[in-house]
């Protein structure tokens, strides 16, 4: 059973009418595509940007930390030149208190003595 004429006819403009229709969807899916790779790109651009941007955010603290820790570093120097002088402070206040007790030992050992010659004076005249 051939085909006429005409049946192929119809035929041939029918596929040639699903080949504009696949032909027209492929071109739109690339068309979408294409445009979905711009809008990636885009954004991958901005996310790269943004990424940046938190590195030197980074970066500045890091460097705020350094300086943080410098300031302490240097707290801790003044610190242990105080307790040096502290120190030193403690050392010569030792020595006071040895020379105070001195001191006092020397009045009170020269108000026995006083009380004692008074005593042996007051025995004597009566």
Known sequence: MGLGNEQLVVRVARLEIMEDTVLTAIKEVRDAVTSLERRMDNRFEQVDKRFEQVDKRFEQVDKRFDAVDRRFDAVDRRFEGMERRFEGVDRKLEQVDRRFMWIVGTQIATLL??????????????
């Open 113 to 126: 003595a006083i009380v004692a010659g008074l005593f042996g004076v007051i025995t004597r005249v009566f």
